[in-house]
């Protein structure tokens, strides 16, 4: 089955080429929109071979991702951002998944480098229908046009890939407060003509909490909690950030009850890893200690990769005067940092180095 790599692109020269290398051998076309590149974006996507159309810039990026999709012509599409790779292992899955005779629709584990959580699932790889569209000018999805799509066709089905399938770099960029600003500018305007989307709600309360406006969290919050029907992810996230929200203001016990509340949503538990991690910290902050370490073991089970959960804990048992299994998490912290994040693996190394705990020949894998 032919498939089309299918993005939106502005300014991406510098992260395009190792987008583009990771699907070489699995897709047959790249179809890529640019929304007015002034570097090198355009000549690298012509040069791989891609289908490249030079569109003005609407703040809407599902009109651009619509735009992109009328331009495939093959049965599948794999939609990726500059910013994304796919991994080798789901590569080699995706030619028995397209030959799939009901799937519509998979849905794919990403990896989120560098922020909590650390993974999100994303409806990115689908057959290319006509009433499949992307909606919702940010954090745009096709997720509301293949629940209307399966009412009327039910034979179609939504699979869903658990192994990491995306890895998203998009975060440990510079630019964190100009994607807050229009995010809020986009956001803000799509729910003034649309307040009963509880979806944007979520994620504007969101954005406000990272910018330290929690009135207007709080706002965003009770908006998105008024809706009629709740989705349970979209439940789980506007939980979680009343969470965040009485974490920011000092009220531990009311942002457990929040985080706990988010953790009974009906969900993929490695979506939850987020919310168990903010458990843990509010736990501490009430010096419920057995709690939080059973939190972050919790977390271990779930994802044995992540990297904060034993690094968390361990520095909770060094707090505990329990230097042997402190030492253990921190070093199974440090391998695991060693790959995800060099630069935290070294800064953890060496604060351990200077307090004395291990030589550094210890340190290495």
Known sequence: MAITLCMIVRNEAARLPQCL?????VVDEAVIVDTGSEDDTVAIARSWGARVYEVPWQ??????RNIALGYVTTEWVLVLDADETLTPAFAALVPEICRQPDWLVVTLLRQELGVVPPYTYVSRLFRRHSDLRFERPYHETIDDSVLALQQREPHWQIAQVNGVAIVHSGYLGTQRQQKLERAERIMRRHLEQHPEDAYLWSKLAGVYLATGDLQQAQQCLE???KAKTLPSAIAHELHHQQGN????RGQWQAAITAYETALKTPLPEVLHLATYLR???AQ?????WGDALATYERVQQVDPHCALAYQNQGALLLRLGQVSAALDKLRQAICLLQEQNPAEARRLTQELQAMGWLSPSAWVR
């Open 21 to 25: 290398a990771s699907v070489g051998g």
């Open 59 to 64: 703040e809407d990026f599902a009109a651009a």
């Open 223 to 225: 908006q998105g909690l």
């Open 245 to 248: 929200l009485y974490a920011e």
């Open 279 to 281: 458990l843990a910290e």
């Open 284 to 288: 501490k902050q009430l010096k419920r």
